[in-house]
């Protein structure tokens, strides 16, 4: 089924002399449980692309559908509760609040719609991070492995459509590194989350199970890992 399709995605900077085509008619789709890197050179795109596909910027022509949702048609507010239920954000500055401790930035998304997760479903996720013993420690109190832990716990609680993740290994060293891609395939496999990796890393966009390169705004491959 169907998660996610992109047509003709077009994203436009500037006029005239200035002008700069960052995406140039991108075609998409891709299936729920599909775990996918996108991989390109510094300005390629690839970038722009996610913040396309997690509404933080509009298209200049084209559609983006989640669950057949058209979400370029929907305003600022529209797309910030869809955001919250429906896309998990990853980034590469982990983006968590500095004044609540880790349950309450893992649940923050939920906190925002006056939600309460199901225990047993809070506590799964925490035990499956490695995080029991820190809930209650404030960001400031955990390393950089940790940190993105708790983004990823963010992201997994509202149990999205999809989960966006935006060079999420590149504050980590090798060992945080592999341990946040063992757990992005465990959310993958476990939890059939439909997954989304921007990097520039070959081999770490080798852990997904399907590679596309972008190259001067265009998808120039689109392959299966083996």
């Excluded at 390629?44 to 559609?63: A, I, R």
């Excluded at 923050?108 to 991070?129: A, G, H, Q």
Aim: proline share 4%; glycine share 6%; net charge neutral.
């Amino acid at each position: 089924m169907s998660i996610l399709k992109v047509e003709n995605l077009t994203k436009v900077y500037g006029s005239k002399d200035t002008k700069v085509t960052a995406l140039n008619r991108i075609n998409l789709n891709i299936e729920k449980g599909e775990f996918i890197s996108i991989i390109g050179p510094s300005g390629s795109g690839k970038s722009t692309l996610l913040h396309m596909l997690g509404g933080v910027d509009k298209p200049s022509e084209g559609n983006i559908y989640i669950e057949n949702k058209d979400i370029s048609t929907l305003n600022e507010t529209e797309m910030a509760v869809f955001r919250r239920k429906k896309i998990g954000l990853i980034y590469q500055a982990y983006n968590l609040i500095p004044t609540l401790d880790v349950e309450q930035n893992i649940m923050l998304p939920m906190l925002l719609d006056n939600v309460t997760p199901k225990k047993v479903d809070y506590d799964r996720i925490v035990e499956l991070l490695g995080l029991t013993e820190r809930r209650n420690h404030l960001p400031s109190q955990l390393s950089g492995g940790q940190k993105q832990r708790v983004a990823i716990g963010r992201s997994l609680i509202y149990s999205p459509s999809i989960i966006l993740a935006d060079e999420p290994t590149g504050n980590l060293d090798s060992k945080n590194t592999k341990a946040t891609l063992n757990l992005l395939k465990i959310a993958n496999k476990e939890y059939n989350q439909t997954i989304v990796m921007i990097t520039h890393d070959e081999k770490i966009a080798n852990s997904a199970d399907r590679v596309i390169k972008i190259v001067d705004g265009e998808i120039v491959s689109d392959e299966v890992v083996k």
